[in-house]
């Protein structure tokens, strides 16, 4: 091999080394971004399933409270005098 190919073979392999070598770095640094977006979706996915089941518990309560309100309205009458 002549010195001009062997050095076109080395200037193509360092240059092939060091692309290589930074996407795994990119990939390192950035792994726990990644994992820290993962949490938060995780999390905010938590929180408004708790947020529908607070609505439904709320709507529950409410349509609860009216039927009582219908059937036993003496009881929430009675219930601020006996304080």
């Not at 770095?25 to 792994?31: A, I, M, P, V, W």
């Amino acid at each position: 091999m002549n010195a001009h190919a062997y050095d076109i073979c080395r200037a193509w392999y360092n240059g092939s080394y060091t692309t290589m070598a930074k996407p795994m770095k990119t990939l390192e640094l950035h792994y726990l971004m990644i994992q820290f977006l993962i949490i938060t979706v995780r999390l905010l996915s938590l929180f408004l399933d708790l947020t529908g089941e607070n609505r439904s518990m709320k709507n529950y309560i409410d349509r609860l409270m009216i039927v009582l309100m219908d059937k036993f309205p003496e009881v929430l009458e009675n219930c601020g005098s006996s304080a």
